[in-house]
């Protein structure tokens, strides 16, 4: 989850002039009450971690509400799912114990630990578990909520052996299915569905901490799960603060009013803590591709293939990616990160930069300005486009300069900032013309559900591309099972949204996380859905 995410101004070495009040707040009593070298190490407490991030399910948590929301349970440490994604991408075993397939790999045998309760003491059973995975798939099916957990996992039948211990899924042997690795997304943490708490903001689930309070776009107030089945858990309380503006964030580190801050997306802000030995600092090239949405809904401008192409063809990622966004990002044409083998690096650039061959695009395709009044029309009418973007990743400072780049040949992009949520329900109801995301292309360890964004009839086909070819060869990803033959039939994917100009591909996303030296245990993975841990502790 999905799922899948802070600047308006196109340089990051400018910082933003709004701060939220609480960071201003802190800011101003170092000034007053001490110097930054004084105060720059966060308050030594042990009974509170303080974590500072993004939040992108708009207080909800229910994993049925959108992917979002699941991402958000796990990243809490609130859920936790019967297997996880190793910094491989390699489904290991965490609330399941083993898992046995046959020979076809359509039965799979998953035996559960025995020793995992809820937060309300109540113990995981089988029964228990294939609960929280059947109602994923009802809430999808009554459209109760976004989150598609079919796109990892369509199982035959699911039954439930409590005696044993055991949850038994079947799956079509012709179709590729990885089942441990999809339920390792966290569309699949386990949650416990006979309780009555509302599960938006009270979910009952398996990790080491549990929600308490939830404040709507501010904080997440998390307590010790006095339960805990895996070891001691080292905090009394987290305090998760809600930030998409990383130089606040960087901000609150120094200060010491946070302990940890996920994604640092200035580059300044990244080398200030980088060069300072009180604080940590971890990147990983994630799996992550920044991408945007080309909208081809019928009596859309962006149906037109022309343009299209000619707006893939005016953006120049390579300057946007190394300078604008000081390299947090690397260029590329495929859709799937280079960093992983599925092909990228064989996908032949058929738009490579060029302003002129952008305007003799439009040109030979009859969209020109007719009127003299610096715009470019098709069909007789102006062409105006709405870039949606939400802060997170450099999302915005892609879209301001992209909108720049379009407008250089007459193409006029008006680019609308909003907060994670609203950008998803205008994504999901085609209310854009251009959306941009960051999305995690390996959600469940392999891009064969993220490549389903493109498919012709997929829920999560937002730009509503169509290609005959490209249906053809995903149905014939979907049943073959041999590596070298999935990576070709990957890169076939790759070239088609490039030569179809499907896609504008930003760039391959680095991922970081920023922590103070006063704790300790602080992970993280190219899969990024562990944020909050056990391991995450007081330094001794």
Known sequence: ???????????????????????????????????????????????????????????????????????????????????RLDEHGKARPWLAKSCQVNADQSRWVITLKKNVVFSNGKKLTASGAKAAIDRMFANEKAKKGTTTPSTYLNPAGIAADDAAGTLTITTDPAQYVDV??????????????????????????????????????????LEKNKHYWDGQVPYKKVIFTCSDDASAKALALQSGDQDVAENI?????????????????????????????????????LANKALRRALCTAVDNKTICNKTVGGLYAPGVGILPTAIDYGSKDVKDTTPYSLKKAKAILDAAGIKNTDKDGWRELSGKNITLTYLTFSGRNLPEFAEAQADFMKKIGIKVTVKKTDADTHWNKLVAGDFDLA????????????????????????????????????????????????AARRQLFTQLQQILEDDAAVIVNGYYKTNICWS?????????????????????PAS
Request: glycine share 6%.
């Open 1 to 83: 989850m999905t799922a899948s995410v802070k600047k308006e101004r196109v340089e990051t070495t400018m910082k933003k002039q709004k701060v939220f009040p609480l960071i201003a707040a802190v800011a101003l009593a170092c000034v007053m009450a001490c110097s930054l070298a004084a105060c720059r190490v966060s308050k030594a407490d042990k009974d509170t971690l303080r974590f500072v991030g993004t939040d992108y399910a708009g207080g909800n948590l229910d994993p049925s509400y959108m992917d979002n929301a699941a991402w958000q349970l796990e990243r809490l440490g609130i859920g936790e799912t019967l297997f």
């Open 180 to 221: 441990p690795a999809a339920l390792a997304h966290p569309d699949f943490c386990m949650i416990d569905t006979s309780s009555k708490t509302d599960v938006s903001s009270r979910p009952i689930g398996t990790g080491p901490y549990v929600v308490t309070a939830i404040k709507t776009k501010k904080s997440y107030t």
């Open 265 to 301: 997306t200035t580059a300044t802000d990244l080398k200030t803590l980088k060069d300072d030995g009180n604080y940590r600092v971890k990147e990983v090239q994630a799996v992550r591709t920044g991408f945007t949405y080309m909208n081809m809904r019928a009596g859309r401008p």
């Open 436 to 483: 941009n995301l960051t999305w995690n292309v390996m959600q469940s360890g392999d891009p064969q559900g993220f490549m389903l964004n493109f498919s012709s009839g997929a829920e999560n086909n937002y730009g509503k591309y169509a290609s005959g070819q490209y249906d053809a060869l995903y149905a014939q990803l979907k049943t073959t099972k041999n590596t």
């Open 517 to 537: 030296k006063n704790v300790t245990g602080v992970t993280y993975l190219p899969v990024d859905y562990y944020w909050i841990t056990k391991d995450i502790r």
